[in-house]
């Protein structure tokens, strides 16, 4: 027996049963259920213009997420709420204050990305509270959100008017009753034209049905795999879908070390990390995709795709990160570089998954100053927000003193995998920190790695970029006179070619 997709949309449970299991949320809404207003633009979560808000139960309480409809599955919905465009305003007619401070701020001309853009809003303006955005909280609500002929400057103004405007409430006691009312006590299996979807809900659900069905696809958040059927119309097999295991996203701190649960969202991740990691983080996590990628896709799919232009493997290889990994044999651990074996090629046993991620946290300094430690991860790419990194760069050292006592040094984008520079980290160590050590450090990079040259960057500029960031390192940690963060940041001095 198949179950049946139930989720709340436009004040009713709707059930789908004969859906295709990767027939995408975006086609549903314009094909099946003609609700036209969210666009289609690119099919692959880049332009926004697809943008709805998803309100689920995670640990009992609800969350309302934007999230790209393009490239998430329709069965990823049971047990959930969905909003669109057409949820906005009131059933009378009268605009959302979103809606309306676009209106007057003239923030939509052609008006195809315009839907997207009142979906983003309306997320922050739930998640504001009555509270008004800073500069930066707007940018991140709207970094995923591409407009080719209006321009920013009235959609921003428009994000600061939507909060002046008379408030209106949303019920989320009413809106967490439903979902209870939907929740499923155990794993559902949703089947058509053959393809099984399950949806396991407890770990142990989860290792019972990927032993079962070993070569079936685990999903997360869809941000890759939503796009192997919108862009390389791959047909999918089985799929075990990941997101309604609570378990899965847990995030606790315990001895020295944060450990994520895999199915914890990027947005979580990193915002758990940033208490520990203020500094280096910081940065990262803002450029990290868009706020609806991040919101979608998962720390544990980030690290288990293995992309060698991933942005969090450098960083998690170089402070020392480890993987937890559960199958029906048990849990075994291991340094997440032990992980990656080649191109796409991880050390994923038949019927294993990704658990967790343990992350160690920075540890107290010597009292005496003797001995302190310098981490930071760097990111190239032709644009700030929302793009794929040609290099991606990571440095934890510890000092004894003047001599470098350990170096961990990780690239992106320079090898097959995400890859540490072993020649240049035995060079390190002991060496003074000095502009000596750096120049024999750089040249011996090339020895370390061999880049290719694609469409993000030349093998000439990776090399040399990466180079450059071990410098630009070297500036930031160098004992005297010592540059801080905003000192060597092209962004921040307005340089942008």
Same mark, same amino acid.
């Given at each position: 027996m198949s179950d049946p997709i139930r989720f709340y949309y436009q004040g009713a449970v709707h059930e789908v049963r004969d859906a295709a299991p990767t027939r995408t949320v975006l086609q549903h809404l314009r094909e099946d259920l003609h609700c036209t207003g969210t666009k289609e633009g690119c099919a692959e979560g880049d332009c926004g213009a697809c943008t709805v808000v998803v309100g689920s139960l995670e640990h009992g309480s609800l969350t309302m997420k934007a999230v790209n409809a393009c490239i998430q599955f329709l069965p990823t919905l049971d047990g959930k709420a969905l909003f669109s465009v057409e949820d906005v305003a009131a059933a009378d007619g009268a605009l959302h204050p979103v809606q309306q401070a676009l209106v007057e701020c003239h923030g939509s001309q052609c008006g195809f990305c315009t839907p997207g853009f009142v979906m983003s809003l309306w997320g922050m303006y739930l998640k504001q509270e009555g509270r008004q955005p800073t500069r930066c909280q707007v940018d991140d609500a709207l970094s995923g959100n591409l407009c080719r002929c209006t321009g920013y400057r009235p959609i921003i103004e428009a994000a600061y008017r939507m909060g002046e405007l008379p408030p209106v409430q949303f019920d989320r006691a009413?809106?967490?009753?439903?979902?209870?009312?939907?929740?499923?006590?155990?794993?559902?299996?949703?089947?058509?034209?053959?393809? =099984?979807?399950? &949806?396991?809900? #407890?770990?142990? $659900?989860?290792?019972?049905?990927?032993?079962?069905?070993?070569? !079936?696809? @685990?999903?997360?958040?869809?941000?890759?795999?939503?796009?192997?059927?919108?862009?390389?119309?791959?047909?999918?097999?089985?799929?075990?879908?990941?997101? =309604?295991?609570? &378990?899965?996203? #847990?995030?606790? $701190?315990?001895?020295?070390?944060?450990?994520?649960?895999?199915? !914890?969202? @990027?947005?979580?991740?990193?915002?758990?990390?940033?208490?520990?990691?203020?500094?280096?983080?910081?940065?990262?996590?803002?450029?990290?995709?868009?706020?609806?990628?991040?919101?979608?896709? #998962?720390?544990?799919?980030?690290?288990?795709?293995?992309?060698?232009?991933?942005?969090?493997?450098?960083?998690?290889?170089?402070?020392?990160?480890?993987?937890?990994?559960?199958?029906?044999?048990?849990?075994?651990?291991?340094?997440?570089?032990?992980?990656?074996?080649?191109?796409?090629?991880?050390?994923?046993?038949?019927?294993?998954?990704?658990?967790?991620?343990?992350?160690?946290?920075?540890?107290?300094?010597?009292?005496?100053?003797?001995?302190?430690?310098?981490?930071?991860?760097?990111?190239?790419?032709?644009?700030?927000?929302?793009?794929?990194?040609?290099?991606?760069?990571?440095?934890?050292?510890?000092?004894?003193?003047?001599?470098?006592?350990?170096?961990?040094?990780a690239f992106g984008g320079m090898a097959a995998t995400p890859r540490r520079a072993s020649l240049t980290e035995a060079f390190l160590a002991g060496r003074a920190w000095n502009e000596d050590t750096v120049k024999g450090a750089m040249a011996l990079l090339a020895d370390d790695y061999a880049p290719l040259s694609d469409m993000r960057a030349s093998a000439a500029y990776r090399m040399k970029a990466a180079q450059n960031l071990l410098r630009r390192f070297w500036y930031e940690t160098r004992h005297d006179d010592a540059l801080a963060p905003g000192d060597v940041n092209a962004f921040k001095h307005g340089v942008t070619a």
């Open positions: 009413a809106l967490v009753a439903r979902l209870e009312a939907l929740k499923r006590p155990s794993m559902a299996v949703y089947e058509a034209a053959g393809v =099984h979807f399950f &949806a396991p809900r #407890t770990l142990d $659900e989860l290792v019972a049905v990927r032993a079962a069905h070993p070569a !079936a696809l @685990l999903l997360a958040g869809s941000t890759d795999i939503g796009l192997w059927v919108t862009k390389q119309l791959r047909t999918l097999g089985d799929i075990i879908y990941l997101g =309604h295991i609570d &378990a899965l996203k #847990t995030i606790a $701190e315990d001895a020295g070390q944060l450990t994520i649960g895999a199915g !914890a969202s @990027l947005e979580d991740a990193y915002a758990a990390l940033c208490r520990h990691y203020p500094g280096q983080l910081q940065d990262m996590w803002q450029r990290f995709a868009s706020l609806p990628i991040r919101q979608a896709g #998962t720390f544990g799919g980030n690290v288990a795709n293995g992309s060698p232009i991933g942005d969090s493997m450098p960083w998690l290889i170089a402070v020392g990160a480890r993987l937890v990994l559960r199958s029906a044999q048990g849990e075994r651990s291991m340094p997440l570089e032990d992980f990656y074996l080649g191109y796409q090629k991880k050390d994923l046993q038949p019927g294993e998954f990704v658990q967790a991620v343990q992350v160690p946290l920075p540890q107290a300094e010597a009292a005496d100053g003797s001995r302190r430690r310098q981490f930071r991860t760097y990111k190239l790419a032709k644009r700030f927000d929302q793009d794929i990194s040609a290099v991606c760069a990571a440095f934890a050292f510890e000092f004894d003193g003047e001599r470098i006592a350990g170096a961990r040094i």
